[in-house]
């Protein structure tokens, strides 16, 4: 399995999709975000199929770069990788 397709746009894929969530945690400079926060984001970069959304959400957490902790989801700093 590869992490993108040649059927897919690559504006849809999930480490692209990934990397605009975590250019939105970098732009609010907190470690938190809503669904709702995320969604809407990427609502205005015309990303809006849920599918792909919740790809690239499962990519960052199998990653350790974010964790889920409701009703947030959390970047993971540094620090705390490996410490679970």
């Given at each position: 399995?590869?992490?993108?397709?040649?059927?897919?746009?690559?504006?849809?894929?999930?480490?692209?999709?990934?990397?605009?969530?975590?250019?939105?945690?970098?732009?609010?400079?907190?470690?938190?975000?809503?669904?709702t926060?995320?969604?809407?984001?990427?609502?205005?970069?015309?990303?809006?199929?849920?599918?792909?959304?919740?790809?690239?959400?499962?990519?960052?957490?199998?990653?350790?770069?974010?964790?889920?902790?409701?009703?947030?989801?959390?970047?993971?700093?540094?620090s705390?990788?490996?410490?679970?």
């Amino acid at each position: 399995m590869s992490l993108v397709s040649k059927d897919e746009l690559l504006t849809t894929s999930m480490p692209h999709i990934g990397y605009v969530i975590l250019k939105q945690f970098e732009a609010t400079g907190g470690s938190q975000l809503s669904l709702t926060e995320i969604t809407s984001n990427l609502k205005r970069k015309h990303i809006t199929g849920y599918r792909p959304i919740m790809f690239a959400l499962i990519f960052l957490h199998l990653a350790g770069i974010i964790e889920f902790r409701a009703p947030f989801v959390y970047k993971v700093h540094k620090s705390e990788v490996g410490a679970n």
